[in-house]
Nanobody, 115 residues
Framework: QVQLVESGGGLVQPGGSLRLSCAASGSIFTIYTMGWYRQAPGKQRELVAAISSGGSTNYAASVKGRSTISRDNAKNTVYLQMNSLKPEDTAVYYC?????????WGQGTQVTVSS
């Protein structure tokens, strides 16, 4: 079992930045692929970025070049730095931990990009 707690969401103006954090507990953090997903109203949940246990990363085309995912294994935490935010980035952002057939979700944090 893994417990995930996201933080760092909020209201930001277009062009601004946010750093989301996801603190994990309850299992061996280093074995998990960690991901950030988002879900906007009326839309399906989509992958934003992921980082493997070995540090390999992948990004959705919509955020590539504007976002950076990273992990601090000593702190059992994964981060998502988002820059040049756009109104279309508005969504609830969820942290995910995946290993084999197991997957765990956080409760989500709201990101609103608006002037």
């Amino acid at each position: 079992q893994v417990q995930l707690v996201e933080s760092g969401g909020g209201l930001v103006q277009p062009g601004g930045s946010l750093r989301l954090s996801c603190a994990a507990s309850g299992s061996i953090f280093t074995i998990y692929t960690m991901g950030w997903y988002r879900q906007a109203p009326g839309k399906q949940r989509e992958l934003v970025a992921a980082i493997s246990s070995g540090g390999s990363t992948n990004y959705a085309a919509s955020v590539k070049g504007r976002s950076t995912i990273s992990r601090d294994n000593a702190k059992n935490t994964v981060y998502l730095q988002m820059n040049s935010l756009k109104p279309e980035d508005t969504a609830v952002y969820y942290c995910n931990a995946a290993f084999g057939t197991s997957g765990y979700w956080g409760q989500g944090t709201q990101v609103t990009v608006s002037s």
